[in-house]
């Protein structure tokens, strides 16, 4: 039976380092709000002209490099994300051409924080049904240009950064390895508890000047909702995964988890009874970045020489939409 395994992996983050205390000179925040509420330490920012196809360009050719390949040999291209270079073409269309693969097919995913796993999904479809045999799934962003830097934003502004991660799923008939079970779910009656209003397509022209001036154009959340749904919603999700696979969580090696707040995972990991030593971090560095937490986690954690093959790894994460996803997979 052909299975979808991870054969390469690569992550790439802006080499600009924003600390809390440069945003505390920015807005009506400090590094100990920042660190207590949400473990956040620090986070990176692109420069003015680097978009989040070029961000996940350089993770790309990182996981190709890994796999093994080249990108010549990638079928298709999966790129998630939040803040796509453009209203359209997707990304996929501009980090195709940046890897220089016409005229394999690109397929945006717009699903937030779950848009890599949504992503891993569709790339494990294609692998089961023998239609592609090597896919690139990119999860990329540039968040800083679209974070409201004054006291009106700063609810927001200091929870996010910029990166990228991807990894390459290739087509494997080794017994036992690969993906095992993918989750996904969604609540659009939600939508609204973290949004971003522009664009509005129903407004005729949908955006103009008065966009700008009353903040339309910066995400908005209420957090506490956010919080309390990402806690519930994944700890049903995690049993649940486990439940229709028949795992025992202490055979689970690492449970990988979206990074939007230190405190949410946890409580999770708390609740569920996991040790904190299997239920990994890096968002004191990163921040929440999106569709890229989880590949760059990914990435960090195997490149450190942590994940061996046949290790039993959980990926999970829950944002906006709502959506929430999980994936087991055997490495
Ligand atoms: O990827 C998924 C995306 N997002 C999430 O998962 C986020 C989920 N939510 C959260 O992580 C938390 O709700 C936050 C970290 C965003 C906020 O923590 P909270 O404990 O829910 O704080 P709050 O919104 O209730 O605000 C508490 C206080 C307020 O002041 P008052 O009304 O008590 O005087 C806020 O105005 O903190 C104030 N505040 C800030 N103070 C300093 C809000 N943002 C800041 C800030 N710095 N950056």
Redesign the pocket.
């Known amino acids: 039976m052909v299975r979808s395994v991870i054969t390469g992996t690569g992550r790439y983050v802006p080499p600009r380092v924003v600390s809390n205390a440069e945003l505390a000179g920015l ?4 590094d100990e ?2 660190r207590t ?2 473990g956040i330490i620090e986070r990176r920012f692109a420069d003015e002209g680097v978009s989040s196809s070029d961000l996940g360009l350089e993770a790309a050719r990182r996981a190709i490099e890994d796999a093994g390949l080249q990108p010549s040999d990638m079928d298709l291209i999966i790129f998630a994300t939040l803040s796509p270079d453009h209203h359209f073409p997707g990304s996929g269309c501009y980090l195709q051409a940046k890897l220089g693969v016409p005229p394999i097919g690109c397929l945006d995913v717009r699903n ?2 779950t848009g890599f796993l949504y992503s891993l999904s569709v790339a494990d479809a294609f692998i089961r049904s023998g239609v592609y045999k090597n896919i690139l799934v990119v999860g990329a962003e540039v968040h800083s240009s679209a974070l409201d830097m004054t006291d009106r934003g ?6 996010f950064g910029d990166g990228a991660g991807a990894a390459v799923v290739s087509a494997c008939k080794e017994d036992g390895r690969g993906i095992i079970h993918s989750e996904l779910h969604a609540d659009g009656r939600f939508a609204r508890a ?1 949004y971003m209003d522009v664009w509005d397509i129903s407004r005729k022209p949908f955006m103009g000047h008065e966009s700008v001036d009353s903040g339309e154009i910066y995400p908005k ?1 209420d ?2 909702t ?2 309390k749904h ?1 806690v519930t919603n994944m700890i049903q999700l995690f049993q649940h995964t486990l439940e229709v696979t028949g795992t025992n969580p202490a055979d689970i090696k690492y449970v990988i988890p ?1 990074q ?2 230190m ?2 995972n946890q409580a999770i990991a708390e609740r569920l009874g996991i040790p904190e030593e299997k239920f990994l971090h890096n968002i004191q560095r990163y921040a ?1 970045t ?1 569709a890229a937490s989880i590949p760059i986690l990914l990435d960090e954690t195997r490149r450190s020489g942590k994940i061996e093959k046949g290790d039993l790894i959980l990926l999970i994460a ?3 939409g709502f959506t929430w996803a999980s994936t087991l997979l055997r490495w």
Not at 27 to 30: A, K, L, V
Not at 154 to 159: G, H, T, Y
């Open positions: 807005m009506d925040t400090s709000w920042i509420r949400t937030q924080c700063r609810d927001i502004a200091v929870l973290l959340m957090g506490k956010v919080f990402a979206h939007a707040n405190r949410i929440n999106t829950f944002g906006s």
